[in-house]
C-alpha cells in the first residue's frame, strides 16, 4: 500500500519563526489532507490539497503530485501552533486515509 | 451542526471487560471510520464502512467488532479488553469522493481507554 513519510519528526521553534514540514508519499493520490492535532489531542483539518497551492492565514500548503510530495508552511509561527502535525493521503482503494507518523512542533516564548 | 460525536471521553477497563466505543455523525456521510493512535504515534485504522450494512478490516482489526445498521451510527466494540488495547481512539466520517473540499474527512474528539 501507500507509504507517507514526514519529516522531520520533531521541530522546535522560537515563536515568530518560519518553518517548513514535508510529506512525502510513495504512489500518485488524490486526496491529500494536512491535519494539526492540538495539545488536547483534537485533530483539525488544515487543507485538503491533492494538488496546488492553498493559503489560509499564516499558514500555507503546496503539493506537487507529480513528484509525490506536499509541504505545510507555518510562518511567524505562535505557541498555539504547537501540537502534532499530520500528512494523510486516500488508499489506492479511495476507502480510508493512510496517515504518516507526524511532526511535532513545539514553538516557545 | 455536531459532527462526529464519540462517547464516552475517557475509560478504564479491566483486562477482560467489554465495551462499546459509540460513534454518531450529522452528515450523511457514507463513509465512518475507527482509528486508534498510541503514544507517539500516528493513526492506525482498525475498521471502516462504505455506508450501512457494509464494513471491512482496516490495518489493526484484531480485537475489535464493529457493526453499522444506519448511516449515521458506527459502533466500536472491545470484547475481552487487553493492556495492549490502552489508547486514544478516533472515529471520523468522509462522504462519498467528490470534488474539492467535499472530500475531507473530519474525525470526532477522541476516546481515551485503559486497560488495567
Known amino acids: 500500500g501507500i507509504q507517507v513519510e514526514q519529516s522531520p519528526p520533531d521541530l522546535i521553534l522560537q515563536e515568530g519563526a518560519n518553518s517548513t514540514l514535508r510529506c512525502n508519499f510513495s504512489d500518485s493520490v488524490n486526496n491529500l489532507q494536512w491535519f494539526h492535532q492540538n495539545p488536547w489531542g483534537q485533530l483539525i483539518n488544515l487543507f485538503y490539497i491533492p494538488s496546488g497551492t492553498k493559503q489560509n492565514g499564516r499558514l500555507s500548503a503546496t503539493t506537487v503530485a507529480t513528484e509525490r510530495y506536499s509541504l505545510l508552511y507555518i510562518s511567524s509561527s505562535q505557541t498555539t501552533d504547537s501540537g502534532v502535525y499530520f500528512c494523510a493521503v486516500l488508499n489506492q482503494a479511495g476507502t480510508a486515509l493512510i496517515f504518516g507518523k507526524g511532526t511535532t512542533l513545539s514553538v516557545s516564548s | ?116
Not at chain 2, 41 to 68: F, H, Q
Open chain 2, 1 to 116: 451542526n455536531a459532527g462526529v460525536t464519540q462517547t464516552p471521553k475517557f475509560r478504564i477497563l479491566k483486562i477482560g471487560q467489554s465495551m462499546t466505543l459509540q460513534c454518531t455523525q450529522d452528515m450523511n456521510h457514507n463513509y465512518m471510520y475507527w482509528y486508534r493512535q498510541d503514544p507517539g504515534m500516528g493513526l492506525k485504522l482498525i475498521y471502516y464502512s462504505v455506508g450501512a450494512g457494509i464494513t471491512d478490516k482496516g490495518e489493526v482489526p484484531n480485537g475489535y467488532n464493529v457493526s453499522r445498521s444506519t448511516t449515521e451510527d458506527f459502533p466500536l466494540r472491545l470484547e475481552l479488553a487487553a493492556p495492549s488495547q490502552t489508547s486514544v481512539y478516533f472515529c471520523a466520517s468522509r462522504p462519498l469522493a467528490g470534488t474539492g473540499t467535499k472530500n475531507i474527512q473530519y474525525f470526532g474528539a477522541g476516546t481515551r481507554l485503559s486497560v488495567l
